[in-house]
């Protein structure tokens, strides 16, 4: 790439500014000033994208409802907190059905409040059924234990690699260790820590897979309940995922693992406490048959928790505010069946993929200043990252929006700060500069190539248009400079707003005198048309203004105009500091003489035979004959353009001139004057041409 032209020199320009603002981001990105931002984008992705989601079949929650609460109060007697035996019939419940493991999210730190009968008989149901989780908390209270009973060592899970992978990760290991009563303790076949952080909002996306007490890894409670089922499976660590068997998941350097939520609280199949209580209850007193064994129960991993709003153990997630903590770890296990944990893009590819964002940015927002192009760029490098995103939402990739997205946004602001310093006081200098002589559309055009604005020129095929007001020295002596004035602005506003508003270029004023041209800068394909409209519009916008003229200057002002085609120079003509968008050449001469050939022949409009024949428009062209001008050998064809409304009423007038103009043409003087003399009165030109001919 050539950076020595202008619009190379932008592009680099805005490429940098696109790095420097990704540069910027970065530091407040890491300075974690982008996470609000990131995980309310994430949040919205997983609330659209969970639609096609389906929930594990393999999972089944029991959930302590407040209709459960309700229901032993008034049929039991039993208030809160329950006596352990219920929690016995649960499992009782669950082993007769046959499920794979049973977690139960419920901390047993206290002994029963109906005595130690009740813990010992809880103990020793779990001990039948053999596989049993409890939970255990984890923290860095002085309160809590400070190590590991021996007589639990049973219950550790060990993981292959862990230590290895210690040494490299940014994993926190939890002090303290809140453990079930003794009995309980002994009883369970895995612990889980539900001791789950959530982000500095207070919402779960990220949690961790397992955590770390005494350099040994406490599973949380989807996973505890995997192991509890398949106590012969191997745990291991390799390459940062974490295994056991075949199943491999992708983890961060902290231990974590982004949950891909199935939908709101209820997704997964779910059974209020109270059901399957009475259910045990009649089994057991004879009022009910014995569960089937393809019951729903069977083979499931069966989680229990709290969702009655008093117990306190309501979370905020993604997809639902009000989301139990129990169906967090289903959650967590229904993933690990699955194997579609999100996996989040390495920060190395979200680098790459912002750094090719800002730099396009830069450089497209640096060469684009027209206003809809502009706005069309910017709203769509706003919405790439985003889209981009919730594209890859749908395949399992957490793809950072924030950081992109920011880096976009300050690179756009960036990029028009600095093309309004620039670009834009040099627009606005133009604009200011040469609005007042130059049609709109060549200031749009100057301002697209401010190269423009040098010395030189070009040679094109122009239409080029002379005003003059008929015996303006004589009545300007007689008005007040003041009126004068008056009535020149309000003359040269009227007849310039219909050349520009026809796309003409006004060249000059010389006093009363309007020049302008069309088909230069711009390309005007129909540039003598647009020439002639003008000059019949220009003459029709004075007849209605002639009234009020009248009563300024106390004359009568009429304007003559005359209009060539052909070949001129057209360009920045003049000298090195200061020169005008003109033109200059034989054709734009020609164009003065035929202005002021009309006062020979009486006429006020008068065009080139060039100009009439490059003409497609529908108009009535009375000729005139021709005129010999000065520095042209040849006499030069010219013709009065007029609407056909105008025209039609003068028919034979005008057929009878064109008889005469054809005998003076045949050198027949004599009888050309006789046939010029039976109109003279009606039409000026044909009184010139009587008198010629005598």
């Keep these: 790439m050539d950076f020595r032209s202008k619009k190379n ?30 995980n309310k984008s994430w949040d919205f992705r997983a609330k659209t994208g969970i639609a096609a989601q389906n929930p594990s079949k393999e999972i089944v929650l029991i959930l302590l409802d407040q209709n459960s609460l309700e229901w032993a109060k008034n049929t039991l007697g039993l208030t809160w907190p329950w006596p352990r035996e219920i929690y016995g019939v ?28 009740d813990d010992a008989g809880f103990a020793e149901t779990m001990e039948k059924a053999g596989n049993v989780a409890n939970s255990l908390i984890l923290g860095q209270s002085s309160g809590q234990g400070r190590t590991w009973p021996q007589n639990l060592d049973s219950q550790k899970v060990t993981v292959e690699g862990l230590e290895a992978w210690l040494k490299t990760s940014k994993v926190k290991p939890f002090t303290g260790l809140t453990l079930p009563v003794p009995e309980l303790a002994k009883a369970s076949a895995l612990f889980c820590n539900v001791n789950l952080a959530p982000g500095k909002d207070g919402i779960y996306r990220p949690i961790p897979l397992f955590s770390i007490f005494e350099n040994q890894a406490v599973p949380s409670m989807g996973l505890c309940l995997y192991l509890a089922a398949h106590p012969n499976a191997r745990a291991r660590i390799e390459n940062g995922n974490f295994m056991v068997g075949q199943r491999s998941v992708p983890m961060d350097n902290q231990g974590r693992v982004i949950l891909n939520y199935r939908g709101p609280s209820g997704t997964h199949e779910t059974y209020s406490a109270a059901w399957v209580l009475q259910s045990e209850l009649r089994l057991r007193t004879g009022q ?5 064994a393809d019951s729903a ?18 979370h905020s997630t993604p997809v639902d505010s009000q989301f139990p903590g129990v169906e967090i770890h289903a959650t967590l296990l229904d993933n690990f069946l699955s194997q579609d944990f999100m996996t989040q893009l390495p920060f190395g590819l979200t680098l790459v993929f912002s750094g090719i964002l800002v730099i396009c940015c830069g450089m497209l927002t640096s060469v684009n200043t027209r206003a809809l192009p502009m706005f069309s760029l910017i709203a769509g490098f706003l919405v790439l990252p985003v889209a981009a995103g919730i594209l890859a939402y749908p395949y399992g990739v957490w793809l950072p929006m924030a950081l992109p997205l920011v880096s976009v946004s300050m690179t756009i602001g960036l990029c028009l700060v600095v093309n309004y310093a620039t670009e834009g006081r040099r627009r606005r200098f133009i604009k200011t500069a040469f609005h007042h002589y130059l049609s709109a559309q060549v200031i749009d055009q100057i301002l697209q190539n401010p190269d423009r604005l040098r010395l030189g020129g070009e040679r094109r095929r122009l239409s080029i248009f002379f005003s003059d007001l008929e015996s303006f020295t004589s009545f300007s002596e007689t008005l007040e400079p003041e009126e004068l004035t008056r009535f020149l602005n309000q003359y040269l506003t009227a007849m310039t707003d219909i050349i520009q508003g026809l796309g003409g270029t006004i060249d000059k004023y010389e006093g009363d005198a309007i020049i302008a041209f069309w088909n230069a800068p711009l390309d005007t394909p129909d540039h003598a048309d647009l020439a002639v409209r003008a000059a019949l519009d220009c003459q029709a916008r004075l007849g209605k203004m002639r009234s009020e003229f009248r009563r300024q200057t106390g004359k009568e002002v009429k304007m003559r105009i005359g209009i060539n085609t052909g070949e001129a120079v057209v360009g920045n003509l003049g000298s090195n500091t200061r020169f005008d968008y003109t033109m200059i050449g034989d054709s734009v001469n020609l164009a003065a003489r035929l202005e002021s050939a009309n006062k020979e022949l009486g006429t006020y409009t008068m065009v080139s035979g060039e100009t009439r024949q490059a003409s497609r428009s529908g108009l009535f062209w009375r000729p005139l004959g021709r005129i010999r001008v000065k520095g042209r050998a040849r006499a030069v064809k010219i013709y009065e353009p007029m609407d056909l409304q105008k025209a039609d009423p003068r028919k034979d007038l005008f057929k009878t001139f064109d008889q005469g103009l054809c005998l003076y043409n045949k050198g027949d003087f004599h009888s050309a004057f006789k046939v010029f003399s039976r109109i003279k009165e009606q039409d000026p030109a044909a009184d010139a041409y009587a008198r010629i001919c005598r």
């Design 288 to 292: 009910g048959e014995a569960a089937r």
């Design 90 to 117: 649960i499992v009782s419940f669950c082993r007769r059905n046959q499920a794979k493991s049973l977690g139960f999210d419920v901390i047993y730190s206290e002994p029963s409040s109906y005595g130690v009968a």
């Design 297 to 314: 129960f069977k083979d499931k991993y069966i989680f229990f928790g709290f969702s009655a709003p008093g117990l306190f153990d309501i």
């Design 9 to 38: 020199k932008k592009m680099l320009r805005g490429g940098l500014l696109g790095l420097l603002s990704l540069g910027i981001a970065l530091v407040i990105f890491q300075m974690g000033g982008l996470s609000t931002l990131e």
